[in-house]
């Protein structure tokens, strides 16, 4: 395969405006939007006009000179990237004339850089020297002294890429790659003329600075000032593959470009349709992980957890899981064993670990760990517009007049739609923010929220049906949308319900701790402002009322009429990269793929003449039951892939006394991760550079990951799987993906037109993509909702059991930061932990004034549950009374403190709310210390014998 | 309700989520509550959680509301499970398991 950049077609794509226009450039005549520059219009018609400050991912800015053009009829050289095309416009872009010019541009700029081409990092990748080249520079005469920028220092602080100023152009690019792509406007260019330079923040360093190290003005450097670390490492690429990113649901696809078998670095692919070439630190730069030392690689079993690891054969491993699983079913019956899919994994296994269970293991005991994050979703959405998903498309958000954000952090956790969100929000879309936290959306460059309804954790429901309160009383809702799509009768219990006088802003403001007048204003604004887009995270589902805030959330859309079209919707912003194809592959215990309960006969009769076996018409456990039937003693086995169940679930104590009360848990991971610790069968599992499948992301598009490089742990996830299974007697026969994906296609009708060569020919696929939307579905519930009418549900406030009093007098919520992703074991395991090295807790200043804390204190956090000990981050972010971690450290165990409690539908642990004391404290609890002595034993392999 | 949830049983959490559910159904009005409770359990609990809650129910019908017991009586009522080795679970310990507190 040979190695070729993206075009750079020089400026961005013109705003559509429907119109066209005709001109002549280099005697062709070419045909293209209105507004289209002349640069863009020659690159596009095959031709291409020498340029350096001008690129397509930002808008053109008209300095350099050296992209200049002669127009006929018009005096001067106009620069072609500044300049729209217009109709019957003559250009020429070669001329004698012109090409003088640009040398002479050029010979400026080259008198001031340094000419180590040979030994540079961006040799042969470089655009100065193709231009150079392009412009046909064979002299400088003004020599090369004139370079003040010269042999100044690298800064080589961040750990992914150097900046070094002597190689700078000053073209700016970073600079509006930062402020129009990234949004966090952490660039300047200091000074003027030949004292110019780039500056991040003031003169900080770029890691001390506001960079987020998203990586967009790397790739948007022309030179090697700004260049990876490992491109200088290894050398420059010479092959590319588009994959798709495996961190969170926004699912970003990159060329992977490779030297050999070496991944030299991740370039976010221009004509990705979910990024549109925009990454985040993740996915750009964190994927050292795949080749940690730390990763596993061949497959262990032990008797007992007490014991050390014993390295073995994967046919004796796959032997020994098949042979206790159905030892197992043997002794306690049929439904005593089951497995847990991976939102990280693909489609096609995750397809594949739910059929090994219901058609190997002969039960529904199959659960995800969306059941730990966005199970309310799939409970409410399903319930009131009849299907388990986001309504739009992520391009949707540039159509919003009024973006609603509710218990989500994008810019942490979702950083690539963030920053499209941001771009909307600069053009002049209000933003509403509903959380908590002071998160950063609220307040940021360029951008500021217009009302932060900051309300008390756990009050969710009484705020939104308040907001209802305001539209419904004050005569804001869309009663033509209303009689047209949804049922109205249903529609009038509800706005009686919402209506009452308990439910006002006025009533619920001493509940939620936010001024009534806030709270009318932001419903004014949703309901009148234009196209209202609801936005929502695990702030809304990780509680006790989870599935009710999804449909009052879903409630509110309805009534506003903010559906079925594109800027409005609801959209879940899913945690990990593939947790809507986890969902929709039939991961959870009572449906099958494509969200069919198990007890429809219809549905499972299809199944059962596919795998030729009856299936249970039962639904399974989720995953706390599995638990608390392990601890009761009918539930023996699990086969867990892609998770750490131990320390993303809640209640730790729970969750390690379910699993030591098992007889064989079965771990399919990366790495020993915490759960491993109660396991007695370890498979090594491959990360997505070294496999092919698909994700699906937060809106619904179905992506190809391309297998990059051989699995260094001999087989692909899904052929591990395939193992067991045939080990077990199912008798597969995959080859390929390919082949599981047709099979998904065949018993799943919204995913009936989802084929792999469709894949390759379009790029994506939004599901559903069937005969009635062969070309997949951007926007759902256009002409109707999915079930019918969509449905009005009356949700009543019913308030947590977790109580703060007085030996538990604060509220503690947590959450999650860029750098990090979930668990971290994968971000753990990269340069990441530059920016995170530990889980915090903040608070705010008057509580840590009343416990005489200070700022980086050691302090005891206890709830019900347990305690833990970490350190203090003493901050305004969080309210009074409110107190926030992340979870990324095993060794702080956040949940170690949240409890049991659940949303009252799915189960979803509410760990947005548990009551909590905190107190000074000298360093690491005992529990701390007793389970790092444990999980260091458990983590033992016993050095490998002579060979057997 | 426990104070210290980390130590809630089976049992314990069984009769909790089905009160739980019921609180959040309740503004259907009963009889609606009743039908929704019996349709969630039946939809959504494993088989041996439906054994667990009919048990409760039978052996100490104090623990449930009217409305929750009026519910699992109608979701014991419904459809049987059909019988793919479904019970089987209880072959070793027998309902003691279950029930232990
Ligand atoms: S890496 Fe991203 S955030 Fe940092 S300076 Fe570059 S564009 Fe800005
Ligand atoms: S660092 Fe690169 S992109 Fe930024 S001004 Fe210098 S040459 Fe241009
Ligand atoms: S982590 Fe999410 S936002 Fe970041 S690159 Fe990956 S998919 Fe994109
Ligand atoms: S590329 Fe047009 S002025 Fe620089």
């Not at chain 1, 993206?6 to 450039?25: C, F, Q, R, W, Y």
């Not at chain 1, 593959?241 to 969170?248: D, E, G, I």
């Not at chain 1, 940690?292 to 796959?318: G, K, Y």
Request: charged share 20%; with cysteine; aromatic share 6%.
């Amino acid at each position: 395969m040979s190695f070729s950049r993206e075009t750079d077609h020089g400026t961005p794509a013109a705003i559509a405006t429907g119109k066209s226009v005709t001109l002549t450039i280099d005697g062709q005549s070419v045909t293209l939007p209105e507004g289209t520059s002349i640069m863009r219009a020659a690159s596009l018609s095959g031709g291409s006009i020498p340029k350096l400050c001008a690129t397509d991912s930002v808008e053109s800015f008209g300095s350099c000179r050296l992209c200049l053009v002669e127009v006929e009829g018009r005096n001067g050289y106009p620069a072609s990237c500044t300049t729209p095309i217009a109709d019957g416009m003559v250009v020429r872009t070669q001329t004698e004339r012109l090409k003088k010019l640009r040398r002479g541009v050029m010979e400026l700029y080259i008198s001031d850089h340094p000419l180590d081409c040979l030994t540079c990092g961006a040799n042969g990748d470089c655009e100065l020297q193709d231009q150079a080249g392009a412009v046909g520079l064979r002299d400088v005469r003004y020599g090369y002294d004139g370079a003040t920028n010269m042999g100044q220092a690298k800064d080589q602080s961040n750990p992914y890429f150097d900046f070094d100023p002597s190689k700078c152009i000053v073209c700016s690019r970073c600079v509006r790659a930062c402020d129009e792509v990234q949004g966090t406007f952490a660039l300047t260019i200091e000074g003027m003329g030949f004292d110019s330079k780039v500056s991040a923040s003031q003169g900080e360093g770029f890691l001390g600075s506001e960079c987020v190290s998203c990586g967009a003005c790397v790739q948007a450097c022309p030179t090697a000032s700004l260049i990876e670390k490992k491109v200088v490492e290894v050398g420059t690429p010479d092959r590319a593959v588009v994959t798709t990113c495996a961190y969170c649901g926004v699912g970003c696809t990159f060329r992977a470009e490779m030297r050999g078998e070496e991944l030299v670095r991740m370039v976010p692919w221009k004509d990705g349709k979910a990024n549109r070439g925009h990454s985040c630190v993740k996915g750009r730069f964190a994927w050292g992980y795949a080749q940690h030392q730390d990763r596993i690689l061949n497959p262990m079993i032990r008797a007992s957890v007490d014991q050390p690891w014993r390295e073995v054969s994967w046919d004796e491993a796959i032997a020994h899981t098949a042979s206790e699983f159905r030892r197992i079913q043997a002794k306690y019956g049929t439904r005593s064993i089951g497995g847990i899919t991976s939102s990280r994994c693909t489609n096609e296994e995750t397809f594949l670990v739910q059929k090994l269970i219901r058609q190997g293991f002969g039960n529904n005991n199959v659960d995800t760990c969306a059941r730990v994050c966005h199970s309310p979703t799939g409970y409410g959405l399903s319930q009131t517009f009849g299907t388990s998903a986001g309504t739009q498309d992520f391009d949707s958000v540039m159509q919003a007049d009024v973006i609603l954000v509710i218990g989500a952090n994008p810019t942490d956790g979702h950083p690539v739609f963030a920053s499209r969100m941001k771009r909307r929000l600069r053009q002049g879309a209000k933003l509403i923010v509903m959380d908590p936290r002071r998160t950063d959306l609220v307040k940021s460059p360029h951008v500021e929220a217009e009302h932060h309804l900051p309300l008390r954790p756990g009050t969710n429901v009484a705020m939104l049906t308040a907001m209802a309160h305001v539209i419904v009383t004050e005569k804001l809702y869309d009663e033509a949308f209303i009689r047209e799509r949804c049922d109205w009768d249903e529609f009038a219990d509800w706005a009686e319900f919402v209506s009452q006088p308990a439910r006002s802003p006025e009533a619920i403001e001493p509940l939620t701790g936010v001024k009534a007048d806030e709270v009318r204003a932001a419903a004014r604004l949703y309901a009148t402002g234009g196209n209202g887009a609801i936005y929502y995270g695990l702030g809304v589902t990780e509680h006790s009322q989870g599935s009710s805030t999804v449909m009052a959330i879903a409630n509110l859309a309805m009534a506003t009429g903010n559906v079925g079209r594109e800027g409005v919707g609801v959209n879940p912003l899913r945690g990990q990269n593939n947790v809507q194809g986890a969902c929709d592959m039939g991961s959870f215990p009572h449906e099958f793929s494509g969200y069919r309960h198990v007890s429809d006969d219809a549905t499972r009769q299809l199944f059962e003449a596919a795998w030729g076996v009856a299936l249970d018409a039962e639904p399974g456990l989720r995953i706390p039951n599995m638990l608390d039937a392990a601890t009761d003693g009918t539930f023996k086995g699990l086969f867990v892939q892609g998770e750490d169940i131990l320390q993303s679930d809640p209640n730790t104590h729970h969750v390690a006394a379910g699993l030591a009360a098992m007889e064989c848990v079965v771990v399919q991971d990366l790495f020993l991760n915490e759960t491993a610790n109660y396991a007695h069968v370890f498979l090594p599992g491959s990360t997505f550079l070294e496999k092919d499948g698909t994700f699906t992301n937060a809106e619904r598009r179905i992506q190809r990951v391309r297998k990059v490089m051989a699995p260094l742990n001999g087989h692909a996830d899904w052929e591990i799987v395939q193992l067991v299974a045939n080990a077990m007697g199912l008798g597969w026969t995959y080859d390929h993906p390919a082949q599981i994906m047709d099979e998904i296609a065949a018993l799943t009708p919204t995913f009936a037109g989802v084929h792999y060569d469709r894949l390759e020919a379009e790029g994506s696929l939004q599901w559903p993509a069937n005969d009635a939307a062969p070309d997949g579905t951007p926007t759902m519930h256009i002409d109707g909702f999915v079930r019918g009418k969509g449905k009005f549900v009356v949700t009543d406030y019913v308030p947590t059991d977790e109580k703060t009093g007085p030996r538990f007098p604060l509220l503690l919520t947590t959450g999650r930061i860029l750098s990090h992703y979930n668990v971290g074991a994968q971000t753990r395991r990269t340069a990441n932990t530059a920016w995170h090295p530990e889980d915090r807790l903040e608070m705010h200043p008057s509580d840590a004034e009343n416990r005489g804390l200070n700022d980086g204190d050691w302090v005891t956090l206890r709830s019900r549950a347990g305690e833990t000990t970490l350190r203090a981050l003493v901050t305004e972010r969080v309210a009074p009374g409110v107190v926030y971690t992340t979870f990324h450290h095993p060794e702080t165990q956040a949940n170690v403190i949240t409890t049991d409690y659940s949303d009252w539908a799915t189960n979803c642990p509410e760990y947005k709310v548990t009551a909590v004391q905190v107190m000074a404290s000298n360093g690491p609890s005992d529990w701390q210390q007793g389970y790092a002595e444990q999980a260091r034993n458990s983590r033992r392999i016993a050095p490998l014998e002579a060979a057997e | 309700m426990s104070d210290d949830t980390s130590v809630m049983s089976t049992r314990d959490r069984l009769v909790y989520m089905a009160h739980q559910i019921a609180r959040n159904l309740a503004t259907m009005g009963e009889e609606k509550a009743v039908a929704a409770l019996a349709e969630h359990l039946t939809r959504f609990w494993d088989p041996r959680m439906k054994a667990q809650i009919v048990a409760i129910a039978l052996n100490q019908p104090d623990r449930l509301s009217p409305s929750v017991a009026a519910a699992v009586a109608r979701m014991a009522q419904g459809k049987p499970a059909p019988d793919v080795d479904a019970t089987q679970f209880n072959a070793v310990d027998e309902t003691g398991h279950c029930d232990a507190g």
